[in-house]
């Protein structure tokens, strides 16, 4: 595979490749020296056309510990201000060298036309366009989910691997919960957690709820108490209200944040009504008090915090595949895993 889209592009082998390349990326990040000269020479761009905190720090970082050369490019301020076009920024990273473009874009479809287009020769890396995909936020969850929950309900493939790698995460439970309609991460993680076998349900008012929901591989609900309570997921992930993206406003989608709050805000109620094991999980950024209280937050069952460095081995390990691969032998980067037959990436 030549670039990182859309979790839809990924076979179950390829996600378990990245999981696993990312658990090795991890490892490598409790040693004193965090860098790995895998990518030295190589020149990595980050495209933002929205604004992005986590996400371009994350995609920064990641490449800077792989030695790669880093140009932050935002919209803001650029000549794309000034009215230039996707195409002639292409044409004109391309003129620059750069190996690899990490892309943001308000546009469901920009990372792909990049790709395809023939404007540039790099690898495209998808790190959120429009309410389409954000691929590696759901890698990201998956790692975390993996580390935590592997083994628990006859999960296959956790048996001798403490931290999971090699593992699916078949028999697994997860509910994503709050504004699906206007969510790139909740598409993404449907797919991707659907192709490593777990079981999903979508917990939304209808009113956020997208067209033709009901074709995705997973459940929908309206009732988050009885989701909690009845089917006992091993993992809760809260949306953010993307206020920003309801034309209209907020009123248009919900009666008042109170409400929405009250039918599905994840509180200290409601984490009584989780199985002992239950992780808590959050793309960020959160809005405290709306889909998520402060008790919920920072309980002790929160991986918030924690999905946040996993993005960092993640985003390694998807620049060091698509960039080297199994073609960097050199003694400092470490192996990647065998890729099984077919394997895309």
Known sequence: MRHLLSTQDLSKDDAILLLDTAAQMAATQSREIKKLPTLRGRTVVNLFFEDSTRTRISFETAAKRLSADVINFSAKGSSVSKGESLKDTALTLHAMGADAVVVRHWASGAPHQLAHAGWLDAAVLNAGDGTHQHPTQALLDAFTIRRHLVGLRGGAGGAGHPDGTGADLAGLRVAIVGDVLHSRVARSNVHLLHTLGAEVTLVSPPTL?????????????????????????????????????????????????????????????????????????????????????????????????????????VRMAALYLLLAGERDDRADAPPAPAATEGTAL
């Not at 067209?211 to 309206?222: A, D, H, K, L, Q």
């Not at 944040?257 to 989780?274: I, K, M, S």
């Open 209 to 313: 709820l997208p067209v033709g929901v009901e074709t995705w591989p997973c459940r929908t609900s309206y009732d988050l108490d009885a989701t909690l309570a009845g089917w006992q997921p091993d993992a809760v992930m809260m949306l953010r209200v993307q206020r920003e993206r309801m034309s209209g406003g907020a009123g248009a989608f919900f009666p008042s944040p109170l409400e929405y709050t009250r039918r599905y805000g994840l509180d200290g109620r409601r984490l009584a009504l989780l199985p002992g094991h239950a992780i808590v999980m959050h793309p960020g950024p959160m809005n405290r008090g709306l889909e998520i209280s402060a008790e919920a937050a920072d309980s002790a069952r929160s991986v918030i915090v924690e999905q946040v460095a996993n993005g960092v081995a």
